[in-house]
Every structure is written in C-alpha cells, then in structure tokens.
C-alpha cells in the first residue's frame, strides 16, 4: 500500500514541476516575442533625414536665441543694478559731472541755474560749497538694488534701465544660440556613450556637458559681454553713450596708445581681459544649473504625469530652471564680482596682468565677505527668471518641432 501511494506522490510532484517549468518557458518566450516586436517596429521606423537633423537643430538655436532676446529685455533693468553695486565696490566713482573743479569752470555761464548743478531737477537735497551748489556724496552712493533702479530713474532718466540692452541682444544669438543646442547634443552622445561603458556615470553627463557647451558659447562671444559690462557699469551724462562698437573700439585703442603695448596683436587680445575669470564663473554656474535641473525636472515630470503637452512642458521646465539658476547664480557671485572688476579696469596694461586669484584676493581685502557677495541680490533675482524663460521657451520650441516631425511621419 505504500508503495503505490509514493508512487503517486512522485507523479503529481514532477507533473507541477513541470507546468512550473513550462509557465517560465512560456513567460521567457513571450518576452523574447515581445521585444522582437518591438525591435522589429523601431527597426521599421524610417530614420531622419539628415535635412531634418539641420532643420532640428537650427530650431532649436532660433528658439534659444528668441528666448535669450526676451529674457535679456525683461531682466536688462536687474543687470545693470547688479553692475552698478559690482563697480561701487570695486572703487567706479558715481559722483555729480560739476563736482570737480574743471567741470565747473567749463560749465559757468550767463545761462548757468541752480538746477543745473543738481543730481537731478527734482532733488532739493543741494547745498552751497563755495560759489556753487551740488548735492552731497550720498545723492551718489547706491545702498540697494531698489535703490540703484530709483537713482539711476531720477538722475540719468527711466530709459537708462535699458543701457546695454543692445549688447546684451547681441550677445543673446550667438551665446544661447550655440550654448543649449551644443549641451543638448554633448548630452546625448555623452549619455549613449556612458550607457555601454558605466550606467553609474551617467548622473555626471549633465555636468560635463553643461560646461563644455558653456566654455564653447562663452569663449566665442566674450567680447560683447565685455562691451555690455562697461556700457552698464559707467555713468555717462550730458552727451549720448557709447554703443557696443564704439566701446569695443575704445577699449582698443586705449591700449594702442600705450608705450608698453607690444603689437597689434596685445591689441585685440584686451576684448578677452577677464575671460577667465568669466569661465570660472560660468563653468561652474552651468554646472550647477544643468545638474539641477535635471533631477527636479524628472521629478516634475513624474507628478505631471506622462501626458506631453505645451503647458506641462513649459511649467516643468521653468520651475526646473528657475530653482536652479537662481541657487547656481548666488553659489558664482564671488567670481561674478571678481569678473566685473576684471572688466571695468581702465588701465590697459594692468587689466591684462591680473588674474583671478589676484583679483578675489583684492576683492576680499576690500570688502570681505560683503564685497565678495555684492550685487547678489539683483543677480539672483535676475538669473532665476532669465534661465526660466530660456530652457522653458526652449524645451517647448523642441516638444512642438518633435510634435509636428512625428505628426508628418504618420
């Protein structure tokens, strides 16, 4: 009696042994089918042509760029706060035109007023100094951002808000233009190339990527931003500003008049002065931003769900970017400070002798931490809504290209 019932036993063991092995043969084969299917349906996915690859990328720059010209108008304002702060700390003088003495015997006249020797028409703050009256030293002196933009309103006029604007349009194609397109395709290669070698790696990819497309953008369009640093930093009244080509040309010529300049060459080697002081500033700022970026992105993407459309596009994007750029703009203000200071330097021959450390040195000998983080404010608030609207308008001008690509495919 045992005998036959062990037998049984035996039977039905190796009967379930044997379904459990053909339900894992036959969930192993429908997984091979099923990526076979899948495999088989990207395969029969025609490939881009290479014009739309062109077509792609060239939208992506002009989107960049369109995106950079808005932001550069809307934020120009907080740019030239920042500055200004930036130059007062580093030493730039904003006094009163008439309160040197070859100023006022120049202006003298019959049609000379008590106005006219004002910080602006409507300040009642003058007193008399000797035969004339001009007011005090504080009338000059900036104590805030709100305070840069309400003084520079009442003394230079509202549109003076805007002063390099020009520039900062010029600068706006070519380094947008160059920097997002040039991170997305480093990105990409990057991240396919780290996936076969070391998955682990690729947290870093937006960091490498971000600088190197950064170092590329900012190398080839410094000498604008030079020229936009100056046309901000410096108060001119009485007479018209200098645009963009006229401030690069004076910054050239002040070093061919110079005995110590050695060629032609040393010449045009000035409109890089504090280059790399703009690179370590940059690099690390694009850095930070696009390391960023990317996780809260992925989280934001996962709470919006997998719906893709315009307005999820533009929201996840702007809030990604504007938490980013403005935590990488307050992390770069030292090298941001020592960067202005770089670039408002009127001596020729000392602007190209001093470096980076020279100059945080100098900067924290003057002022300390204050004068390391001056202008952090209006650099901040500026930075936050200009990477937004940037990588927002971006992001979107690719989701609709990439939209009407797969719509003409099918």
């Known amino acids: 009696m045992a005998e036959p019932e062990e037998r049984e036993r035996w039977m039905s063991a190796e009967q379930s042994s044997s379904t459990h092995m053909e339900k894992r043969v036959f969930s192993v084969s429908e997984e091979v089918i099923r990526g076979r299917i899948q495999s088989s349906m990207h395969d029969s996915q025609p490939p881009i042509p290479s014009s739309d690859r062109d077509t792609n990328f060239m939208a992506r720059a002009l989107s960049a760029a369109g995106a950079a010209v808005l932001s550069a108008v809307l934020v120009n304002p907080l740019d030239v706060a920042k500055t200004r702060l930036q130059a007062q700390a580093a030493g730039s003088p904003y006094s009163h035109p008439l309160s040197n003495v070859t100023s006022r015997m120049a202006f003298f006249g019959p049609t000379m007023m008590f106005a006219d020797l004002r910080c602006s028409p409507t300040c009642a703050r003058a007193g008399i100094q000797g035969t004339v009256s001009i007011c005090p030293p504080d009338c000059f002196q900036y104590k805030g951002t709100l305070d840069v933009l309400y003084k520079v309103v009442r003394q230079e006029g509202f549109a003076r808000l805007w002063r390099g604007t020009n520039a900062g349009l010029a600068l706006a194609v070519p380094m947008v233009g160059i920097y997002l ?90 409109l890089w002065t504090g280059l790399g002081v703009q690179l370590a500033r940059d690099v690390p700022f694009s850095a930070i ?100 609207i940037v990588v927002s308008f971006y992001e979107v001008a690719k989701h609709v290209f990439q939209h009407e690509l797969s719509t003409s495919s099918c």
């Open 289 to 388: 931003c696009w390391s960023t970026v990317e996780p809260i992105r992925r989280r934001l993407r996962a709470l919006t769900g997998d719906e893709a459309n315009a307005f999820n596009v533009l929201g996840t994007n702007f809030s990604a970017a504007f938490v980013a750029g403005s935590l990488a703009a307050a992390a770069t203000c030292p090298l941001d400070v020592a960067r202005t200071r770089r670039q408002i330097e009127k001596d020729p021959v000392r602007a190209l002798r001093m470096t980076t450390k020279q100059t945080l040195i100098e900067v924290w000998r003057d002022g300390g931490i204050k004068g390391l983080f001056a202008g952090v404010g209006p650099r901040v608030g500026r930075a936050g809504p200009s990477v937004g």
């Open 181 to 270: 397109p040039c991170y997305d395709v480093f990105r990409d290669r990057m991240e396919a190339f780290v996936d076969e070698i070391s998955p682990g790696m690729k947290p870093v990819v937006p960091l490498v990527a971000g600088s190197l497309a950064r170092s590329l953008a900012c190398t080839s369009s410094y000498p604008i931003d030079l020229a936009k640093t100056r046309m901000q930093a410096f108060k001119e009244t009485g007479k018209k500003p200098p645009g963009v080509w006229k401030t690069l040309f004076g910054i050239i010529s002040s070093v061919s008049g110079t005995n110590n300049s050695q060629s032609k060459l040393q010449s045009y080697r000035v």
